[in-house]
């Protein structure tokens, strides 16, 4: 078993792939990681602007729930229409490309993306803060701890949708279980005391209040909180991913995850106000996440205390596997349409989209270590996507159901119609809230990534019509053959192999050496020996042996150049660029030889023209042992 077969596993044929798709228990933790691991980090966001109005700011947490809890429903709603319109996936994507037009499409596209990028990064800085939480000595190694984390995540994807999620399912439930029963805890203790119950651990002290209450303020709190509704479209664009009937199993998923969001959005935010916990300066000393003051709070910190910071852990790191699920499948749809390069359609040994999981995982690792892995600062740039993605699907779908007027269209329209206009304020709202805070970077990102979809499909629509072919074949006319040039360093078994077959393809050869070099004067008296009087034995001309000299060591510049020049020299010839290459035993070996062969015939492809061709002559170590035998003598006589 190889390295890459133990890393991501053995390839799958293309005929299992329904062995790969899942079911709605599966889809919970692979598309609702995102959308459930929120619920940590969402009511924290919100209640991390409150800090200056000190203990009176948590009395808010409540009815800014409720008004997302509101938005999450009706969104949920508009979601279950989208999944039955369009069940080959691609969400806001699709939507707006059917029935909003190409820039729309793509505005949409852009803003997932973003988001998506962003919900990796924000997913794992909240795991890792879980811990620091937990693990206050650990906060210097916040970077490391995520980027590991990454590698991870990266590799589980690369293994294939079913493997994942069967990895993903223990800590999810294990996450919704012990949060549903600290909920559960929390509401018994404050029924039991009239309302107020006291803390089984302490809480930090209260801030003192340097802020009034202002409209400007709430906005932002209700921003910052709306990042608990990014990935509640993951279960659209994945609807492909889920076994058949892959609609109602998509809806099923869809359900679960929108009902556990709100039944924890709430019973968190109840809980913060009546025991009177209020958030801390992420990425100070002293730091604790609102979860692990809650809990303490309910439970203490016991056992169950650990367990339940290791599910949010865990959880919360793994939140990004939406991301993870979603980005390639989007880019797959993209490439489709020409707006990504093709290698983001190609799915990869485990029947996933490697490119777009690799190139997440970068992305997502320089956002992680530009803003030292810390919650906080990531915060200000998310949402505005998601919304934005929001916005584009539903009004998307109006029109959608305005074109079908089928049964109950009306109804279905003013569903999303409503959708729409309620997640369009709340990307203005948001925009306007965090722009100082850096969503201007997120504004910033979304048209380069449009001005990129545009460069790529231009380049792809320039290349069809250059190479677009309307004439037919040209059978060749046996007219004379190509001049055929073979690069040579020394002589040897690889050399003799690419002068044998250059004298298949054309009487007419030039071998060239470029000097100074190593094997020059060895060369010159090897080649009376060893080519010309063979050729001449056999009643043939001998090749051409032309030494060009190169005064600064270049080897591939005077190569290229002299191509060129015969090029030019005969416009009416094809010329064909014999390239020697040693094949080595093993994969590691090839680094121990120069690799000047492939970047020649790179440099050729680049500036050379349709006449000059490139032919690797590949000569196989392990399968072309030397055929006579040579002693230590001869190779000190080489050299």
């Given at each position: 078993?190889?390295?890459?077969?133990?890393?991501?596993?053995?390839?799958?044929?293309?005929?299992?792939?329904?062995?790969?798709?899942?079911?709605?228990?599966?889809?919970?933790?692979?598309?609702?990681?995102?959308?459930?691991?929120?619920?940590?980090?969402?009511?924290?966001?919100?209640?991390?602007?409150?800090?200056?109005?000190?203990?009176?700011?948590?009395?808010?947490?409540?009815?800014?729930?409720?008004?997302?809890?509101?938005?999450?429903?009706?969104?949920?709603?508009?979601?279950?229409?989208?999944?039955?319109?369009?069940?080959?996936?691609?969400?806001?994507?699709?939507?707006?490309?059917?029935?909003?037009?190409?820039?729309?499409?793509?505005?949409?596209?852009?803003?997932?993306?973003?988001?998506?990028?962003?919900?990796?990064?924000?997913?794992?800085?909240?795991?890792?803060?879980?811990?620091?939480?937990?693990?206050?000595?650990?906060?210097?190694?916040?970077?490391?701890?995520?980027?590991?984390?990454?590698?991870?995540?990266?590799?589980?994807?690369?293994?294939?949708?079913?493997?994942?999620?069967?990895?993903?399912?223990?800590?999810?439930?294990?996450?919704?279980?012990?949060?549903?029963?600290?909920?559960?805890?929390?509401?018994?203790?404050?029924?039991?005391?009239?309302?107020?119950?006291?803390?089984?651990?302490?809480?930090?002290?209260?801030?003192?209040?340097?802020?009034?209450?202002?409209?400007?303020?709430?906005?932002?709190?209700?921003?910052?909180?709306?990042?608990?509704?990014?990935?509640?479209?993951?279960?659209?664009?994945?609807?492909?991913?889920?076994?058949?009937?892959?609609?109602?199993?998509?809806?099923?998923?869809?359900?679960?995850?929108?009902?556990l969001l709100a039944v924890l959005?709430?019973?968190?935010?109840?809980?913060?106000?009546?025991?009177?916990?209020?958030?801390?300066?992420?990425?100070?000393?002293?730091?604790?996440?609102l979860l692990s003051m809650l809990?303490?709070?309910?439970?203490?910190?016991?056992?169950?205390?650990?367990?339940?910071?290791?599910?949010?852990?865990?959880?919360?790191?793994?939140?990004?596997?939406?991301?993870?699920?979603?980005?390639?499948?989007?880019?797959?749809?993209?490439?489709?349409?020409?707006?990504?390069?093709?290698?983001?359609?190609?799915?990869?040994?485990?029947?996933?989209?490697?490119y777009g999981i690799l190139v997440?995982?970068?992305?997502?690792?320089?956002?992680?270590?530009?803003?030292?892995?810390?919650?906080?600062?990531?915060?200000?740039?998310?949402?505005?996507?998601?919304?934005?993605?929001?916005?584009?699907?539903?009004?998307?779908?109006?029109?959608?159901?305005?074109?079908?007027?089928?049964?109950?269209?009306?109804?279905?329209?003013?569903?999303?119609?409503?959708?729409?206009?309620?997640?369009?304020?709340?990307?203005?709202?948001?925009?306007?809230?965090?722009?100082?805070?850096?969503?201007?970077?997120?504004?910033?990102?979304?048209?380069?990534?449009?001005?990129?979809?545009?460069?790529?499909?231009?380049?792809?629509?320039?290349?069809?019509?250059?190479?677009?072919?309307?004439?037919?074949?040209?059978?060749?006319?046996?007219?004379?053959?190509?001049?055929?040039?073979?690069?040579?360093?020394?002589?040897?078994?690889?050399?003799?192999?690419?002068?044998?077959?250059?004298?298949?393809?054309?009487?007419?050869?030039?071998?060239?050496?470029?000097?100074?070099?190593?094997?020059?004067?060895?060369?010159?008296?090897?080649?009376?020996?060893?080519?010309?009087?063979?050729?001449?034995?056999?009643?043939?001309?001998?090749?051409?042996?032309?030494?060009?000299?190169?005064?600064?060591?270049?080897?591939?510049?005077?190569?290229?150049?002299?191509?060129?020049?015969?090029?030019?020299?005969?416009?009416?010839?094809?010329?064909?660029?014999?390239?020697?290459?040693?094949?080595?035993?093993?994969?590691?070996?090839?680094?121990?030889?120069?690799?000047?062969?492939?970047?020649?015939?790179?440099?050729?492809?680049?500036?050379?023209?349709?006449?000059?061709?490139?032919?690797?002559?590949?000569?196989?170590?392990?399968?072309?042992?030397?055929?006579?035998?040579?002693?230590?003598?001869?190779?000190?006589?080489?050299?």
């Amino acid at each position: 078993m190889n390295i890459l077969d133990l890393l991501v596993g053995k390839p799958i044929k293309t005929s299992d792939e329904r062995a790969e798709q899942i079911g709605p228990l599966q889809g919970i933790p692979i598309f609702g990681l995102d959308g459930l691991s929120s619920a940590a980090y969402g009511p924290e966001a919100a209640l991390s602007l409150l800090i200056p109005l000190g203990l009176l700011g948590v009395q808010y947490i409540v009815p800014v729930s409720a008004a997302i809890i509101t938005l999450l429903i009706i969104v949920y709603f508009s979601y279950r229409q989208t999944i039955a319109a369009y069940p080959g996936g691609g969400g806001s994507y699709t939507v707006a490309r059917y029935n909003l037009g190409a820039y729309p499409s793509l505005l949409a596209a852009a803003a997932l993306l973003t988001d998506y990028i962003l919900t990796a990064a924000v997913g794992i800085s909240a795991g890792v803060g879980a811990l620091v939480s937990a693990v206050p000595s650990l906060l210097p190694h916040t970077v490391v701890i995520c980027v590991g984390i990454l590698v991870i995540i990266t590799v589980i994807n690369l293994r294939g949708v079913r493997e994942a999620g069967s990895i993903f399912t223990v800590p999810t439930y294990l996450f919704v279980g012990t949060l549903l029963i600290t909920i559960g805890g929390g509401l018994i203790r404050t029924f039991l005391s009239g309302g107020h119950p006291a803390p089984l651990a302490p809480l930090p002290p209260p801030p003192a209040v340097t802020q009034a209450v202002t409209l400007w303020l709430l906005l932002k709190v209700f921003s910052s909180g709306c990042t608990a509704l990014t990935g509640v479209e993951a279960v659209s664009n994945g609807v492909k991913a889920f076994r058949e009937p892959g609609v109602k199993n998509a809806q099923r998923s869809l359900t679960v995850i929108i009902f556990l969001l709100a039944v924890l959005l709430a019973g968190i935010s109840y809980l913060v106000k009546v025991y009177g916990i209020a958030a801390t300066d992420p990425g100070q000393p002293g730091y604790q996440s609102l979860l692990s003051m809650l809990i303490a709070a309910v439970f203490g910190k016991g056992v169950f205390y650990y367990l339940t910071i290791a599910s949010i852990l865990l959880v919360l790191s793994l939140s990004a596997n939406t991301a993870f699920a979603d980005f390639p499948r989007l880019c797959k749809a993209i490439a489709q349409n020409n707006y990504l390069p093709h290698a983001f359609a190609y799915r990869g040994r485990r029947l996933v989209y490697t490119y777009g999981i690799l190139v997440l995982a970068v992305l997502t690792g320089v956002l992680l270590i530009a803003f030292g892995g810390v919650t906080d600062r990531l915060i200000p740039l998310y949402a505005v996507g998601a919304f934005l993605a929001f916005t584009l699907s539903q009004f998307g779908m109006v029109v959608h159901w305005r074109k079908k007027r089928g049964p109950h269209w009306f109804k279905s329209a003013m569903v999303n119609g409503l959708g729409g206009t309620v997640t369009g304020i709340t990307v203005m709202v948001v925009l306007v809230a965090k722009f100082i805070d850096g969503a201007w970077i997120t504004l910033l990102f979304i048209p380069m990534l449009i001005v990129f979809f545009r460069i790529v499909r231009s380049h792809y629509h320039a290349v069809l019509v250059a190479t677009n072919a309307c004439v037919p074949v040209v059978p060749a006319n046996h007219g004379r053959p190509p001049i055929v040039v073979v690069p040579i360093d020394r002589w040897s078994q690889v050399s003799k192999q690419a002068l044998e077959f250059a004298s298949r393809l054309s009487k007419e050869i030039i071998a060239i050496h470029v000097e100074p070099g190593e094997h020059a004067e060895l060369l010159h008296e090897d080649w009376e020996r060893y080519v010309e009087r063979p050729f001449r034995d056999a009643g043939a001309e001998p090749p051409q042996f032309l030494v060009l000299p190169s005064p600064y060591r270049f080897i591939i510049v005077p190569l290229v150049q002299y191509v060129l020049e015969l090029s030019e020299k005969h416009p009416d010839r094809r010329i064909v660029v014999v390239i020697p290459e040693l094949v080595e035993d093993r994969w590691y070996e090839y680094f121990l030889h120069n690799q000047r062969g492939r970047l020649l015939e790179w440099t050729l492809l680049v500036k050379g023209n349709q006449r000059i061709f490139t032919v690797s002559s590949p000569y196989h170590v392990s399968e072309n042992p030397p055929r006579e035998k040579v002693t230590s003598q001869t190779l000190a006589e080489k050299g």
